[in-house]
């Protein structure tokens, strides 16, 4: 019965050690599954980093090589990791400094606050992997930040903030009342933005962070931007009954705020229910 063990124990480790040796001959170090890309998301790209304002979040690559005479080496792959994350941090940083937060700034004003600096910063040194891959040569890595929490890091520097507020309840079914806003801008110029305000044609507001909730704004912003009206119009984030409204212009040159008709203006003032404040609102843009 020993032999039988024994002989049972070194069939296992050199099942187990052909295992590893067929991963490392894989090519791909560690994968993490990425979250899924909603079909028709509104994305900006650069060469190394982009975002996705649909789904809500930065994604950046770094990339590294071995030091010389590190090649081929145990070493050497250690330190090509630890490259390709500093050059990740690198590039999201250089990417967050051009997120517009307005129709007059971006990131990189916000970041002269030093507790703005250092929200972000926290937030870029625990930035999420979604892929990373060792090719033998060089090593890649993906990694992404949720946009809730480069809304945390600015919301306390806005000019303008959202002040805490009582939700209203579950919206009705469906005819009873307006359960969010599908807002139509795909004719237009628009450029998406964390905050942005609606006006009526009178430049009265309509819609920013003055008729939201701080919590509800810091989850999931004042909006989400989708490029297809059709999946916008039967969105959760909207519910059963959102009233669709096409934009008459954006303020240029900007072209981040929004003007609206001053009926449908109207037609959201009455509403019995006001989806403003847990921000039940989406954009779509070309």
Known sequence: MRKIAIAVMVAMVSLLLVAVACQGQSGSDETIAAPDVSEGAVVEESENAKINWTDQYI????????????????????????????????????????????????????????????????????????????????????GRVRLEKIRTAVVS????????????????????????????????????????????????????????????????????????ISYAKGAPRVTDNPVTVKAVRTKSPQNVDIVIPNSAAAKIRRSTYDFRVPCRVTVVKR
């Not at 009526?200 to 004042?222: I, Q, T």
Request: aromatic residues 8%.
């Open 157 to 228: 520097a806005l000019p303008e903030q959202p002040e805490p507020k009582d939700v209203p309840p579950k919206p009705e079914p469906r005819g009873t009342k307006l359960t969010g806003m599908v807002l139509d801008a795909r004719h237009l110029p628009l450029i998406p933005a964390m905050t942005f305000k609606v006006f009526d044609e009178n430049g009265k507001p309509v819609y920013g962070l003055d008729f939201v909730d701080r919590e509800r704004f810091l989850a999931s912003g004042l909006c989400d931007y989708q490029s297809n």
């Open 59 to 142: 994604e950046a690559r770094g990339q590294a090589v071995p030091p010389t005479g590190k090649e081929g080496t145990a070493q050497g792959k250690l330190l090509a990791r630890r490259g390709a994350f500093v050059d990740l941090q690198r590039n999201l940083l250089e990417f967050i400094k051009g997120v517009r937060v307005d129709a007059e700034t971006t990131m990189e004003n916000f970041m002269v606050d030093d507790y703005v600096k250092t929200e972000v910063s926290g937030t870029i040194k625990n930035v999420q992997v979604v892929e990373a891959d060792w090719d033998g040569e060089i090593y890649t890595v993906v």
